[in-house]
């Protein structure tokens, strides 16, 4: 059975960083294209970042390109965000969530994303 379990969730302040780990555990032998989501509260789920299967594809949302960085690693099975200059309206449950295709979508909507971790929690506070 397929499983996406993130980390490196937690609260930080104004400015700073986080990294977000997601591992991917029962896979095929192909590396899909992996997305990473978040749900601010009172809203609904919106894409932040896309990685291709080979990884030189990369999408990211306007609200955080330039700040954040999306890679992976086919070997260790993981997909990293790296999140800096973080602002309070970053604040949201971040998930992880394999696509089914080879590429990403053309938008951050998650048609064909069919498997999804159980999310962790950034806090961006002072």
């Known amino acids: 059975q397929l499983q996406l379990v993130e980390s490196g969730g937690g609260l930080v302040q104004p400015g700073g960083s986080l990294p977000l780990s997601c591992v991917v555990s029962g896979f095929t032998s192909v590396s899909n294209a992996m997305g990473w989501f978040r749900r601010a509260p009172g809203r609904g789920l919106g894409g932040v970042s896309c990685?291709?299967?080979?990884?030189?594809?990369?999408a990211y949302a306007d609200s955080v390109r330039g700040r954040f960085t999306i890679s992976r690693d086919n070997v260790k099975h993981t997909v990293y965000l790296q999140m800096i200059s973080l602002k309070p309206e970053d604040t949201a449950v971040y998930y992880c969530?394999?696509?089914?295709?080879?590429?990403?979508?053309?938008?951050?909507?998650?048609?064909?994303?069919?498997?999804w971790g159980q999310g962790t929690q950034v806090t961006v506070s002072s």
């Open positions: 990685i291709g299967n080979s990884g030189y594809e990369t």
């Open positions: 969530a394999r696509r089914t295709y080879l590429f990403c979508s053309s938008d951050m909507g998650t048609d064909g994303y069919n498997d």
